[in-house]
């Protein structure tokens, strides 16, 4: 089985949109009428599936996307706790209508409904009510929900820790993941999503969190951000900083997805990174869509890259399946319930 753990609804129906639109005229005008999720039906949800990420799948051959809200769209940035609640839950709504529509092809990953200076804590309703109720098997965890200026503690922090304790006790992972950036430095998929997959594993080697939490998992997308290119650095950093070596204090915790958009890439980070610690990721529909000239190939067709590797089947196997059922149980505990 080919499990891509990294999948967004990147093409929900016009009528989710509407509904944001809605949210978002109301902050310009408080007398707008109040926003409200508009009707979609299963044939609408069918229809941007089909097309779309159902007809990828099976072109490119992966069996199973863990699928969640679109990241850039998630805008924990934008107006208060209130219309982040909202928007989050209606995310949330529409992907376990897909799981229900196509559950031998997706399984459900939640959106949280951060916003800045709210205490995460805040959240845990939503965590506890997609896995409990929903059946999803994991959550984004956005470490900036300022959209680009860093407000938040890191991730160390005790700020955080209410979250953290209640994702051990569901025994679910998260996947490190900003939403869109309204800083104009920061362009949001070139720059701002790999900053902060970077940050947050600088971050990881700073503190002492998983000393606190010794089962948190953590996937960092984006093939690790910049980390696997600079492994010596960080490897130093953690040196300097009197830390202990990376494969103990941070590695037993923290994977990084495949979401590395061409063979040196992915070559570099089977190199350097642990094959125990890689997860297969697309991201399609996502970040990068377009061919590339070079090759002929969607740029996010990522199955090509580890079918091209130099390695055992065995080791292909792990980074394609079985290490996604150890990081998230839950998937595991669902696919052995079918007797996969």
Known sequence: MIIDCHGHYTTAPAAHQKFRDAQLAGLKDPTAPAARPGAISDDEIRETID???????????SDLTLFSPRASAMGHHIGNEAISSAWTRANNDLIRRVVDLYPENFVGVCQLPQSPAVPIA?????????????????????????????????????????????????????MIHV???????????????????????????????????????????????????????????????????????????????????????????????????????????????????????????????IDALSMPAAGKARIFETNARRVFPRLNALLEARGL
């Open 51 to 61: 097309k779309n990420q159902l007809r990828l799948q099976r072109e490119r051959g």
């Open 179 to 305: 939403s869109a950036s309204c800083n104009a430095n920061f362009h949001a998929t070139g720059a701002h999503y790999i900053n902060a997959d970077t940050t947050a594993f600088m971050q990881f080697i700073e503190g002492d969190l998983f000393g606190d939490f010794p089962t948190l998992r953590f996937i960092i997308p984006h093939g690790g951000g910049a980390v696997p290119y600079h492994w010596g650095r960080y490897r130093g950093l953690a040196d300097m900083l009197k830390r202990p070596p990376l494969e103990e204090h941070v590695m037993k915790n923290v994977f990084f997805d495949t979401c590395v958009y061409h063979q040196p890439g992915i070559d570099l980070l089977v190199r350097v990174i642990d094959i125990g610690n890689i997860l297969f990721g697309s991201e399609m529909v996502g970040a990068v869509r377009g061919i590339d000239p070079l090759t002929g190939h969607y740029f996010d067709d990522t199955r090509r890259y």
């Open 122 to 174: 805040n959240s845990i309703a939503e965590l506890e009510r997609c896995v409990r109720e929903l059946n999803f098997i994991g959550c984004n965890l956005n470490p900036d929900p300022s959209g680009g200026h860093w407000t938040s503690p890191p991730l160390t922090d005790r700020h955080w820790y209410p979250f953290y304790e209640k994702m051990v006790e569901l025994d679910v992972p998260a």
